[in-house]
């Protein structure tokens, strides 16, 4: 899912869950993708989706860290793993708040890692349609 996507400068602005779908959207003010035939975005803008979720159904598992954390600024990376047949896990690093260890207030800026394990993932517009490769 991840292999055309450019996310240099983009931030998360929400995660929805749905609970009873096992599904999670993050939502991102923009994802945009490398041109096919090429490895580098180079300002390629054709396909871009501004305010574009990723979508992860089948989800087993979700952790966001630090505890408490809020990530809602820039994305540092995605790292994803094909576990077995089944499963994916990716690994979201962003920017975001973070609890303050001494006081336990949200009122540090730091780095997040939200961790999601699931069984497909897509991404989809800003009206939840799903974009086919």
């Keep these: 899912m991840f292999d055309r996507i450019y996310l240099g400068d983009r931030a998360i602005k929400k995660i929805e869950?749905?609970?009873w779908s096992k599904q999670i959207r993050i939502q991102v003010n923009l994802i945009?993708?490398?041109?096919?035939?090429?490895?580098?975005?180079n300002f390629?803008?054709?396909?871009?989706?501004?305010d574009g979720y990723f979508v992860f159904s089948g989800v087993?598992?979700?952790?966001i860290?630090?505890?408490?954390s809020i990530p809602d600024d820039y994305i540092i990376s995605i790292i994803t793993d094909n576990v077995n047949v089944e499963y994916f896990e990716s690994t979201i690093v962003a920017v975001g708040q973070i609890p303050n260890t001494n006081s336990g207030d949200i009122d540090n800026i730091g780095e997040c890692q939200i961790f999601i394990r699931y069984k497909d993932s897509w991404i989809e517009n800003k009206l939840k349609e799903k974009i086919i490769e």
């Design 17 to 19: 869950f749905d609970l």
């Design 44 to 50: 390629y803008d054709n396909e871009d989706l501004e």
């Design 32 to 41: 945009s993708r490398i041109a096919y035939g090429t490895t580098e975005w």
């Design 65 to 68: 860290t630090p505890n408490g």
């Design 60 to 63: 087993s598992f979700f952790n």
